[in-house]
């Protein structure tokens, strides 16, 4: 299958500050991409959905302005949490797809803490 | 009604049982249907796609739709204790998102 790569894997960091997550679509071209939020033992929540070039797409209650998404390229999507807070501690994975009713795939996801 | 619907389990089986996941939608519109596996603190990882009706294997997995009753599931055969994760389906349109059911806990014991 297609690999979507994921960095970092984990980050720790201070209340306050910000935390950028980069997802790229290592082989394919990745129309849309994904970000979700996972808290343990829980299942996905769908945080916004990016297209190539134009603004995110939030879903409600998502905070456009504390997840800022930027998918600059077919290939890179960005989401960078600003000023952090330990409430903001997650599981957070991207996931890409080529198109409408194609195969979606994820990256490894990156674990949050803030302190 | 939540659009896909999945037992959350856990499913705790044998070695060696055959598992059935299952899941059951609302759309009538979703044409395409997915399993993912997620092992602890990992992204999902793709297992069956399927569109339309219709069964499919793939090794241990066989993948089962059913639109008139708007039903899927997944057996898996012979398992073992490495198929121990949560299993997710997913479904959706040719006009929108893949919606994601909650998800099913596996624990396959030695």
């Known amino acids: 299958g297609a690999v979507v790569s994921q960095h970092p894997s984990w980050v720790i960091c201070k209340s306050g500050t910000s935390v950028k997550i980069e997802c790229r679509s290592l082989?394919?071209?990745?129309?849309?991409m994904f970000w979700y939020r996972q808290f343990p033992k829980q299942s996905l929540m769908l945080m916004a959905t990016s297209n190539e070039g134009s603004k995110a797409t939030y879903e409600q209650g998502v905070e456009k302005d504390k997840f800022l998404i930027n998918h600059a390229s077919l290939t890179l999507s960005t989401l960078t949490v600003t000023s952090a807070h330990p409430e903001d501690s997650s599981f957070y994975i991207c996931?890409?797809?080529?198109?409408?009713?194609?195969?979606?795939?994820f990256g490894s996801g990156t674990q949050l803490s803030v302190l | 009604q939540k659009e896909v619907e999945q037992d959350p389990g856990p499913l705790s089986v044998p070695e060696g049982a055959i598992v059935s996941l299952n899941c059951t939608y609302s759309n009538s519109a979703f044409q395409y249907f997915m399993w993912y596996r997620q092992y602890s603190r990992k992204g999902p990882e793709l297992l069956m796609y399927?569109?339309?009706?219709g069964n499919k294997e793939d090794g241990r997995f066989t993948a089962q739709v059913d639109k008139s009753s708007k039903y899927i599931s997944l057996f898996i055969r012979d398992s073992q204790p490495s198929d121990s994760a949560t299993y997710l389906c997913?479904?959706?349109?040719?006009?929108?998102?893949?919606?994601f059911g909650k998800g099913t806990k596996l624990s396959v014991k030695p």
């Open positions: 082989d394919f071209q990745a129309t849309t």
């Open positions: 996931s890409a797809r080529i198109g409408l009713g194609e195969k979606l795939f």
């Open positions: 997913a479904s959706g349109g040719s006009q929108g998102n893949l919606i």
């Open positions: 399927t569109y339309s009706s």
